[in-house]
């Protein structure tokens, strides 16, 4: 009986997380009039158009475009800075490593509104504004510490033994890292590209302001919906459908690792 209630308990929870995700989609599937007219738990007459709209709106689906492409950019370059530096911090002991290894969290926690104008006057100078690589680097300043901290509890799990027998039977280090010792932490690197993935999917505020036309992300080409007749619900929930997926499918793959991934590779 017991057992019973606790699943009928979190039943119930995950239906109320899930709620909001299912009214977006019932929302999607109904025109604004249909949807300002009548409350309706589902939709009597579905439709399509909205999603037709954002596939056939070039202003839209090139949103999702740009977002991708400057959140793929990023990831890469998250990896490839913080998979030598978390390698060093796993493997190496020098003068103030522990407090460097903490100041690097700090910047993580840091909110994006403090380093806004520095980066607009630095892209502006260079001429990066409104390119994919000017949100991509931006976003590398808090994406690269949490992937060397998730890294770095990943590497030090590895015996250093390997390292040793490598080079005892003439692995330069390149070959050894490529072909020996990210298979053994792929997990770990999995887990770090989903997280990397996310917090720059999700970001807002840098990747408004740090483009204008050619790379807007679709998180500012959806407030296109907003008019004096007020906001296009239909097409507002039709893309945020949209929004979620890339993220749902990334959490799909990386589901058997996400848990050690939160502990930062230490469970």
């Given at each position: 009986?017991?057992?019973?209630?606790?699943?009928?308990?979190?039943?119930?929870?995950?239906?109320?997380?899930?709620?909001?995700?299912?009214?977006?989609?019932?929302?999607?599937?109904?025109?604004?009039?249909?949807?300002?007219?009548?409350?309706?738990?589902?939709?009597?007459?579905?439709?399509?158009?909205?999603?037709?709209?954002?596939?056939?709106?070039?202003?839209?689906?090139?949103?999702?475009?740009?977002?991708?492409a400057?959140?793929?950019?990023?990831?890469?370059?998250?990896?490839?800075?913080?998979?030598?530096?978390?390698?060093?911090?796993?493997?190496?002991?020098?003068?103030?490593d522990?407090?460097?290894?903490?100041?690097?969290?700090?910047?993580?926690?840091?909110?994006?509104?403090?380093?806004?104008?520095?980066?607009?006057?630095?892209?502006?100078?260079?001429?990066?504004?409104?390119?994919?690589?000017?949100?991509?680097?931006?976003?590398?300043?808090?994406?690269?510490?949490?992937?060397?901290?998730?890294?770095?509890?990943?590497?030090?799990?590895?015996?250093?033994?390997?390292?040793?027998?490598?080079?005892?039977?003439?692995?330069?280090?390149?070959?050894f890292?490529?072909?020996?010792?990210?298979?053994?932490?792929?997990?770990?690197?999995g887990?770090?590209?989903?997280?990397?993935?996310?917090?720059?999917?999700?970001?807002?505020?840098?990747?408004?302001?740090?483009?204008?036309v050619?790379?807007?992300?679709?998180?500012?080409?959806?407030?296109?919906?907003?008019?004096?007749?007020?906001?296009?619900?239909?097409?507002?929930?039709?893309?945020g459908?949209?929004?979620?997926?890339?993220?749902a499918?990334?959490?799909?793959?990386?589901?058997?690792?996400l848990?050690k991934?939160?502990?930062?590779?230490?469970?």
């Open positions: 009986m017991t057992l019973h209630k606790r699943h009928v308990g979190l039943g119930i929870y995950f239906g109320f997380l899930l709620l909001p995700i299912y009214w977006m989609l019932n929302m999607s599937l109904r025109h604004n009039a249909d949807i300002l007219g009548s409350f309706q738990l589902l939709p009597l007459v579905p439709t399509l158009d909205n999603y037709a709209t954002i596939v056939s709106d070039p202003s839209w689906y090139s949103g999702y475009l740009n977002s991708l400057y959140v793929g950019i990023n990831t890469l370059l998250s990896l490839a800075v913080a998979l030598p530096a978390a390698y060093a911090f796993s493997r190496y002991r020098f003068l103030g522990r407090h460097l290894f903490f100041w690097l969290l700090t910047n993580r926690m840091a909110p994006p509104a403090v380093f806004l104008l520095p980066f607009f006057q630095l892209y502006s100078t260079f001429g990066l504004i409104d390119t994919h690589l000017a949100v991509a680097l931006a976003h590398c300043l808090f994406n690269v510490p949490l992937a060397v901290w998730i890294l770095e509890g990943f590497m030090s799990g590895v015996p250093r033994e390997i390292d040793e027998m490598a080079h005892l039977d003439g692995y330069r280090f390149p070959r890292f490529v072909t020996i010792f990210l298979p053994t932490i792929r997990a770990g690197v887990v770090t590209a989903f997280f990397c993935f996310m917090f720059s999917w999700v970001e807002l505020l840098l990747a408004r302001t740090l483009t204008t050619h790379a807007k992300p679709i998180a500012a080409v959806m407030t296109r919906t907003v008019s004096a007749a007020g906001l296009d619900w239909g097409l507002l929930s039709a893309a459908v949209l929004t979620i997926l890339p993220g499918l990334v959490i799909w793959f990386v589901r058997h690792h848990a991934g939160l502990a930062l590779g230490r469970v």
